[in-house]
């Protein structure tokens, strides 16, 4: 399928431990060389986005350890190894999303040492005091929100998005017809939002 989409650019706005983050950069990466799309990807924090929410159960232990490897990828951008960060996300995303490792500790460490960064920066998982880098990254990626939506968060034109949330990796084809319709409906000035029902049943490899 041609596209006439090739000067378009997107920023994605991801947190490490997001499935749904996940599963946007890697459709966002099967367009990629499809159409030559610039795709510019940035930190994110959902444990930011939920502090002033009241969660309970599994998600909010689950927002507590969400801390930890943005805290991470936040020491890493402020370091001279900031050009590693999107490597570091796939890496460390592709153990956690794809091959199921949940220790993120673990998963830190073997990613720092798999990009040769160093093994220093894994400290910052229990650092609170880049917490404050994380809440002004994701007040960026959802000032153009009318709320304060999720992971991921699109910026396309001037505009910002919560999602597209996939519950599976659109590949080809179909990757390259989302982003069609994606872009049509980000820069129609009327479009607001549009929400469906979800399917729980992940598919993130």
Same mark, same amino acid.
């Given at each position: 399928? $041609?596209?006439?989409?090739?000067?378009? %650019?997107?920023?994605?706005?991801?947190?490490?431990?997001?499935?749904? %983050?996940?599963?946007? @950069?890697?459709?966002?990466? =099967?367009? &990629?060389?499809? +159409?030559?799309?610039?795709?510019?990807? &940035?930190?994110?924090?959902?444990?930011?986005?939920?502090?002033?929410? $009241?969660?309970?159960?599994? !998600?909010?232990? !689950?927002?507590?350890?969400?801390?930890?490897?943005?805290?991470?990828?936040?020491?890493?951008?402020?370091?001279?190894?900031?050009?590693?960060?999107?490597?570091?996300? =796939?890496?460390?995303?592709?153990?956690?999303?794809?091959?199921?490792?949940?220790?993120?500790?673990?998963?830190?460490?073997?990613?720092?040492? &798999?990009?040769?960064?160093?093994?220093?920066?894994?400290?910052?998982? =229990?650092?609170?005091?880049?917490?404050?880098?994380?809440? +002004?990254?994701?007040?960026? %990626?959802?000032?153009?929100?009318?709320?304060?939506?999720?992971?991921?968060?699109?910026?396309? $034109?001037?505009?910002?998005?919560?999602?597209?949330?996939?519950?599976?990796?659109?590949?080809?084809?179909?990757?390259?017809?989302?982003?069609?319709?994606?872009?049509?409906?980000?820069?129609?000035? @009327?479009?607001?939002?549009?929400?469906? %029902?979800?399917?729980?049943?992940?598919?993130?490899?």
């Amino acid at each position: 399928m $041609e596209t006439n989409l090739d000067h378009s %650019a997107v920023t994605v706005y991801l947190d490490p431990t997001c499935p749904f %983050a996940w599963i946007t @950069s890697r459709w966002l990466a =099967e367009v &990629e060389p499809q +159409t030559g799309l610039v795709v510019r990807r &940035e930190l994110m924090s959902l444990s930011v986005v939920n502090e002033s929410r $009241e969660l309970g159960g599994w !998600y909010r232990d !689950y927002n507590e350890r969400a801390w930890r490897p943005a805290r991470v990828a936040a020491a890493l951008l402020a370091s001279p190894h900031t050009e590693q960060w999107t490597a570091f996300y =796939e890496r460390f995303g592709q153990r956690r999303h794809v091959g199921g490792l949940r220790d993120d500790q673990q998963n830190i460490a073997l990613t720092l040492d &798999e990009l040769r960064l160093p093994a220093g920066l894994a400290d910052a998982a =229990e650092d609170p005091s880049w917490d404050a880098d994380l809440r +002004t990254r994701t007040k960026a %990626a959802t000032a153009p929100l009318a709320d304060d939506g999720g992971t991921p968060i699109l910026h396309i $034109e001037g505009r910002g998005f919560f999602g597209p949330v996939l519950t599976a990796v659109p590949r080809g084809d179909a990757a390259l017809r989302l982003w069609h319709a994606v872009w049509t409906l980000a820069t129609t000035p @009327s479009f607001s939002e549009i929400k469906g %029902a979800r399917d729980e049943h992940l598919q993130t490899g």
